[in-house]
């Protein structure tokens, strides 16, 4: 019984874990596959993560001008131009402070408002006060509303600035 299948002892014995190399290979190739989708799925959230973060603070510091823009132009004819006035104020010799305005009610953001006096550049003549013509001239005043919004947990953060100008 024993010579019975010499063939196939034959073939046992020339076999050198081929199919073992190959199938080490294979396991290989499809475990490198998912690292490399897990790690383009880690990137793409961390990707969602900034943007999201990014479009908070934006819409935050737009609010924060905004809000500023409204009152000082008020409503019903209200105007309250005390922001002005203390930006006026604080321009001293030529040089403009800043004077912070916190609207930050919530405690995972922070946000700033400046109101800032722009010195004249370039300044349009205005109307005369007096009999000549070219003795005053009133040039507008320009201002600058500049609002940043900062989330205090990751440190993610949007400015937006406007300008505006009173005559």
Known sequence: MKKRYPLLKHRMAKQSGVALV?????LLVITLIAVSGLTGAANQTKMASNAQQYN?????????????????????????IEPLKNALNDTVNGISTERNA???????MEVNVTVTYQLEASST???????????????????????????????????????????
């Open 56 to 80: 908070q603070t934006f819409q935050a510091a737009e609010g924060g001008v905004s809000a500023t823009l409204y009152s000082i132009n008020g409503t019903g004819g209200i105007f309250n």
């Open 102 to 108: 916190s609207l930050s009610d919530n405690s995972h």
């Open 22 to 26: 190959i199938g080490l290979l294979l």
């Open 125 to 167: 003549p205005g109307f005369s006060l007096s009999a000549d013509e070219n003795a005053v001239t009133i040039s507008p005043h320009m201002f600058s509303v500049r609002s940043q919004a900062q989330l205090t947990d990751t440190g993610a953060q949007s400015i937006v600035e406007q300008g505006i100008m009173y005559e």
